[in-house]
């Protein structure tokens, strides 16, 4: 597969667990409905950001990007603020959120810009939820409340999680080494982006799946 038909496929990959996500609606609790509301945001911004491009003719369409990891995180952190409940205080949720607003805000005014890759934010975006991902498997653990855990929505969405931002993390960290290196070394490893993104968007869907559905 050319890796143009590859990233083509990784931007409508999460068609896929969006369009789940609604026939499932009615059978969402909390946390799972506001991980259906981060799908179909993801959908919204990932195809606005592809017609921006080729309306305009405009090769950047970081400023979409930007807005895409924005509310990529504070909504997973609805999800995970649901997921924990009352073992991690309110405040707590309020500091990684406003936290995070106000670099992101430093970042675009006077850091890497409106119109540069976000390298520093998508890694500390990174870092957050790999963080929250691993403290939740260890609670899962740690209370032996799940006999099944793979059968539950929860572990194949941190499942997910896990394997996306730690597969891709140095690539957050330096994507501009990566493009300086040349097109044949980018076009080389910028490939193993588009295959977790498929695999993220796939576990999701797996996620979403287990959903059981709720008796009346």
């Known amino acids: 597969m050319s890796l143009y038909y590859l990233v083509e496929f990784a931007l409508y990959i999460p068609l896929l667990p969006a369009a789940i996500a609604i026939w499932k609606w009615r059978d969402l609790n909390k946390s799972q409905r506001w991980f259906a509301v981060l799908l179909w945001t993801i959908v919204i911004v990932s195809l606005s950001g592809e017609l921006y491009q080729v309306l305009t003719v405009e090769s950047n369409n970081m400023p979409f990007f930007h807005t895409y990891i924005l509310l990529e ?4 952190l609805q ?6 409940l009352e073992s991690i205080s309110i405040k707590t949720w309020w500091s990684l959120s406003v936290g995070f607003i106000i670099i992101w805000l430093v970042n675009v005014i006077s850091g890497e810009g409106w119109w540069g890759f976000p390298d520093y934010i998508h890694a500390l975006e990174a870092i ?3 963080v929250l991902v691993i403290k939740w498997f260890l609670k899962m653990l740690r209370e032996k409340k799940i006999a099944h855990p793979q059968r539950t929505f929860e572990f194949w969405m941190c499942a997910g999680l896990l394997l996306f931002f730690s597969g891709n993390f140095l690539m957050f960290l330096f994507p501009k080494f990566l493009i300086d290196t040349g097109k044949e070394v980018f076009e080389a490893i910028w490939p193993i982006n588009c295959i ?3 695999l993220l968007y796939l576990t999701y869907t797996v996620a979403l799946l ?5 008796t009346k």
């Open 73 to 76: 995180y504070l909504i997973l």
């Open 79 to 84: 999800v995970f603020r649901w997921m924990f």
């Open 128 to 130: 957050t939820l790999l």
């Open 196 to 198: 977790l993104i498929i």
């Open 210 to 214: 287990w959903v059981k559905k709720k």
